[in-house]
């Protein structure tokens, strides 16, 4: 590191520090919203200089100078901007051996997975490429070792090679300098290539007067991208709508340009998706290998990410407790140890505390190092040289051999956790003050002292022109305008464009039955399922899914029990003999780390079908689509989605196979998530034609998707009779997509009799029984209108209030329970519509579903569905 890129990082501290202080500034006469600091944390510059800015990042909430850092890398000039080079030992051989691995890897038990590839060989697997870092105790048992300080000088053939000088381009003012070989470090705003180097072991002498000839510290403007990263923060913190991330909707670090992502919900929840994001980014880095240059005319497929993009995320000590970082290290381990590769560097900056709840002693450490699969790099995060050389090292490594890290800043916090909180309440004085010693950007101003870069008064003098610029700015943002409207406020919340999406379906539809015929016939194994049928609802899912798979070439459908045994019901039979283990494979049995690898996969450009087993186990992971999946769209206004649909086997009426884990009627949690899509397909014909919308929609609006199925009608084949067969439904020929298309909120209506007394509101197994409800309610002359919703998020309230308005009687039919279910939001949307006819509702008791004949006493029944329509008759 020269002395010219430390003082442009001592900056980048500076600046952060500055804008925490202009936070507690804002705050201290109300018109500032969010005061958790990144003082003590002011070391993570080091991280992001380490790292190239086409690696996409996600941050935590401390990550001030990381993001200073990102935003000057972002903003260097093209002319000096270094040119991404091939990793080293990424061959062509090693591409072209992925799809033998992959099915070695599944003879052998395990599912290649996003990735696309599986059982590395052990040179290409293991840590022979690179020296063992013998200082801190050689290689771990599981083959992953460990580095720090003491390790020694980065291998070499672990870095790029070196860029492009930027004296090569005279009369040009670089942001950065580009010598650095993990990245590009911001550069000071001097002569290229004049700064004095800073070794590693301690200050370096000076020459002549004690100073390199850099930019006297005090001279230095702020540099524009450090001015630009102020502004973005500082709008976050007034909640400005011209923030350019969230547009004033909440204070993150995140901009798609600067390959940034937005985290913004619990602690560690971010870190499955990076899981995610690392597998999707090597599976697509592998694809681009494989695919070979284009056809003529044919343009080339962009890519969202470099293709040896490696992927960062942060956090800090007490989120490695979390059940969601337990899940990620655990998936990224796994993976690892099947021989998949997961670029993927952590990044722990461990300030000792959660809030008040001290780390225990040596805690942190032991827990990062035991974690089997992947590499343990360690830092004093106070250290700036020190922690840069680690992170280039860390980060050098995850580059080369695309497999996962950590690394291990140990930091400070000042100006305890946040707003008004008294750290002297939970902390003794002494402890404060050994922090304060501890201050990573006063650390840094004393390397530039001792190397004879400056003097102290002039770095003092620096940093009160920062403080006074940060000031300024945020002076300025403080008239910006806020969001004005509820309209305003959710507008990017969950688009919905209707015709683009009937437009996809009727497109795939006449790909299907035109140039894709061919392939789409010898894929169903020479009969196509329009000339199969009819089909059951599973039957019925699983040819959509096959016509899924070849419509969206970046669909992978995943889960577990999926791929191999096709599914606990048989619904994703033959998928992966299809199609590969590269779109459809088995995964680990965890549903945050399922939900995670969606969340990673979508946002890296594909087309994910997670399967949660039954519904009951989502609720393990509420908060991946809660907090991560729909927020995406909201705290990025759109320019960062993660399209998703997420198949779950649900609800009740199994018989033979009871309990309340198999037959589980909650849904409330995921109707109260803003922008989420919830389809609940009854018919096998729906079915189809609503998992096309459902797929149509993740890719044209980026929607996140609940595919709701009922188990209990997976395999039924009869309505009225045994026998009857009328149950079943053909499925669809392509050229019929277009005019059998389903839109997202709009309801089926079926009439049963003269139809003109009863409206009976359903979903799910409640249109089974409805149905055979009505049938006996016709032998008695009561005419029914049966009302399937099919969506239960958006509710087809304009379909509802038509239907209720025709016979001025509503019966609800909700198999889910009285208090939080879909009966009530059906209800509240009468009501809310002006409805004043008669309303009744038959649902389930508050009650968890229990094991054998006692179910019946819980749920909702056709004798209670005919009681209840006549007692509103009698009315």
Not at 499 to 520: F, N
Not at 708 to 716: K, N
Request: glycine share 12%; with cysteine.
């Amino acid at each position: 590191m020269t002395g010219a890129q430390l003082l442009d990082l001592f900056d980048a501290q500076v600046t952060s520090r500055q804008l925490d202080l202009a936070g507690r500034w804002l705050r201290s006469f109300g018109e500032g919203y969010y005061t958790i600091s990144s003082a003590g944390h002011e070391g993570n510059a080091a991280v992001a200089a380490a790292l190239r800015p086409t690696d996409p990042a996600l941050l935590h909430y401390r990550s001030g100078a990381f993001y200073c850092v990102r935003a000057a890398q972002s903003a260097a000039p093209a002319a000096v901007a270094p040119v991404a080079a091939p990793v080293p030992d990424q061959t062509a051989d090693d591409h072209a051996d992925g799809a033998a691995a992959e099915r070695a890897a599944d003879h052998a038990g395990g599912g290649a997975g996003i990735g696309g590839e599986a059982g590395a060989s052990d040179s290409e697997h293991g840590d022979s490429a690179v020296p063992a870092a013998s200082d801190n105790g050689g290689e771990n048992g599981d083959g992953t070792g460990t580095s720090g300080p003491s390790a020694g000088a980065p291998d070499p053939s672990d870095e790029s090679p070196a860029h492009e000088s930027t004296a090569a381009h005279p009369g040009v003012e670089p942001a950065f300098s580009t010598d650095a070989p993990g990245g590009r470090v911001p550069a000071a705003n001097g002569p290229t290539g004049t700064g004095r180097d800073v070794e590693m072991a301690g200050p370096t002498p000076a020459d002549g007067d004690g100073v390199d000839p850099v930019a006297a510290p005090e001279s230095r403007p702020l540099p524009g991208a450090y001015a630009d990263a102020a502004r973005d923060v500082l709008r976050g913190m007034v909640a400005s709508s011209q923030e350019p991330i969230a547009g004033g909707r909440h204070k993150v670090f995140g901009r798609a340009d600067l390959a940034v992502v937005p985290t913004t919900s619990t602690i560690a929840s971010h870190l499955p998706r990076a899981v995610g994001m690392g597998l999707a980014v090597e599976r697509l880095r592998r694809q681009e290998a494989r695919r070979g240059p284009a056809q003529p005319g044919e343009p080339p497929a962009p890519a969202p990410w470099a293709a040896d993009a490696i992927v960062v995320c942060s956090f800090g000590d007490a989120s490695i407790n979390h059940a969601s970082a337990t899940a990620a290290f655990n998936t990224a381990g796994w993976y690892d140890h099947t021989g998949l590769r997961i670029p993927v560097l952590f990044v722990c900056e461990d300030n000792g505390l959660g809030i008040s709840v001290r780390s225990p002693q040596g805690w942190v450490a032991t827990a990062l190092r035991s974690k089997p699969g992947i590499r343990y790099f360690a830092a004093d995060g106070a250290d700036l040289v020190e922690a840069y050389q680690v992170a280039v090292e860390a980060a050098a490594w995850v580059r080369r051999h695309r497999r996962p890290a950590v690394l291990h800043l140990t930091t400070v916090r000042l100006m305890g956790h946040a707003g008004a909180d008294a750290e002297s309440a939970y902390r003794s004085a002494g402890e404060i003050a050994a922090d304060v010693l501890r201050d990573p950007v006063a650390a840094t101003a004393r390397r530039l002292v001792d190397a004879g870069l400056a003097s102290g008064a002039e770095l003092l003098e620096r940093y009160d022109e920062i403080g006074w610029q940060v000031r300024r700015i945020a002076e300025e943002v403080l008239d910006e305008p806020k969001l004005a409207s509820p309209a305003e406020v959710i507008a990017p919340l969950a688009p919905r464009r209707p015709l683009r999406v009937a437009r996809a379906v009727a497109d795939a539809g006449a790909q299907a039955a035109g140039p894709g015929a061919a392939a789409r016939t010898e894929t169903f194994g020479g009969k196509p399922p329009e000339l199969a049928g009819p089909f059951t609802l599973a039957q019925s899912i699983n040819a959509a899914l096959t016509d899924g798979l070849l419509s969206h070439p970046q669909m992978a459908v995943f889960g577990e029990d999926i791929a191999a045994k096709g599914g606990v019901y048989g619904v994703t039979k033959g998928l992966r003999d299809r199609f590969g283990v590269a779109r459809v494979f088995d995964t680990l049995l965890d549903e945050t780390s399922i939900l995670g690898l969606g969340l990673g996969a979508g946002l890296a450009g594909m087309l994910p079908v997670p399967e949660i087993q039954y519904l009951a186990y989502l609720h393990n992971a509420e908060d991946q689509l809660r907090g991560e999946a729909a927020s995406m769209g909201f705290f990025s206004q759109g320019a960062l989605r993660n399209p998703m649909v997420v198949r779950v086997a649900g609800l009740a009426y199994q018989e033979g196979f009871g309990g309340h884990f198999h037959n589980d009627n909650s849904v409330a949690v995921l109707r109260d998530v803003p922008g989420l899509v919830i389809a609940v397909p009854a018919r096998p014909d729906d079915a189809a034609a609503m998992l096309r919308t459902c797929l149509a929609s993740a890719a044209v609006d980026g929607s996140v998707c609940v595919f709701l199925e009922p188990i209990a009608l997976y395999h039924t084949r009869d309505l009225y009779t045994d026998g009857d067969g009328e149950w079943l439904a053909g499925y669809s020929e392509p050229g019929a997509w277009a005019g059998g298309h389903v839109p997202v909120g709009r309801a089926r209506v079926y009439g049963v009799g003269s139809a003109e007394d009863v409206t009976i509101i359903t979903f799910g197994n409640g249109v089974r029984m409805s149905l055979r409800a009505a049938s006996a309610l016709a032998d008695e002359g009561i005419g029914s209108r049966v009302v399937d919703l099919r969506w239960l998020a958006p509710l087809p309230v304009a379909d509802l209030i038509r239907e209720a308005a025709a016979t001025g009687r509503v019966l609800v039919v909700d198999e889910t329970r009285r208090s939080g279910g879909v009966g009530e939001g059906v209800i509240a949307a009468l009501v809310d519509a002006g409805y004043v006819g008669a309303a009744r509702r038959v649902a389930g008791v508050d009650s968890f579903v229990p094991l054998g004949p006692a179910a019946r006493h819980v749920l909702v029944s056709e004798e209670a569905i005919t009681e209840g329509a006549r007692t509103l008759l009698a009315r």
